[in-house]
């Protein structure tokens, strides 16, 4: 929840042109307040950013005050929308349910879910993560098929490691990315092999070139580091 129109403006006329003469085969998606979801649109039209939206309804229409469902971000050319972040469950007390719902409800309309899983420092002291994050995907899977994954993107959010001056290490990421991998793979190896799982354990220029080249990692949920154009065009330049 950051911006104004000035700031979202400056921001994404420097990222246009930052990221234009970049690689060809690096997927960037911006994703705005709502409010702000209509001048992005416009503002990165011809360019290689794509557009995504930070949560959803899971409903199409009707007596939800405040909500956006899934067919109005279409409206807007919106292609990808986060779904289960980890603030979304903290604060706002999203459950599993609640997640999984939301992620059919994208894939009802065509959307690629950016659905978000991860373990609280609670849960990874006490040896729980990746029983967490197994639970978190499982009840997703409950409700939908594995077929529906290859249409999905996973982000694997250390919420341990996100503003508590603990760092998570490229090889505890990369564990955690194989065991996301190995959770889908139970069901269909090819889908668990193609599917992209991204980190979002506040990925920046300094650490990004290491996290992206471990072979499970396939790319970043940028948090902070998104609001710097220069930050984060040398996050996207250090993919390799």
Aim: proline content about 3%; some cysteine; overall charge negative.
């Amino acid at each position: 929840m950051n911006g104004s129109r000035r700031s979202v403006r400056a921001l994404l006329r420097s990222l246009v042109e930052g990221v234009g003469a970049g690689r060809s085969n690096l997927d960037i998606v911006v994703c705005p307040p709502a409010l702000f979801v209509p001048m992005t649109e416009q503002l990165i039209s011809g360019s290689r950013l794509m557009l995504g939206a930070q949560n959803v309804a899971s409903e199409s229409s009707g007596a939800f005050t405040g909500e956006i469902a899934p067919e109005m971000f279409k409206e807007f050319s919106v292609n990808y929308v986060i779904t289960g972040h980890s603030e979304r469950r903290m604060l706002f007390g999203e459950s599993d349910e609640v997640i999984s719902r939301k992620f059919a409800a994208l894939l009802n309309a065509s959307l690629v879910p950016i659905l978000c899983v991860g373990e609280t420092l609670a849960q990874r002291d006490s040896g729980e993560a990746e029983r967490v994050v197994a639970a978190q995907l499982e009840a997703v899977l409950a409700d939908n098929t594995i077929a529906s994954f290859a249409s999905a993107v996973i982000a694997y959010e250390p919420v341990w490691a996100i503003g508590t001056g603990r760092t998570a290490s490229p090889e505890q990421a990369q564990d955690m990315h194989r065991h996301i991998r190995s959770v889908l793979a139970a069901r269909d190896e090819i889908i668990a092999a193609q599917i992209q799982i991204i980190y979002g354990g506040s990925v920046n220029a300094a650490n990004a070139e290491q996290l992206l080249s471990q072979p499970d990692i396939d790319g970043g949920l940028v948090g902070g580091a998104s609001l710097n154009a220069e930050e984060f065009i040398a996050i996207c330049n250090s993919v390799s």
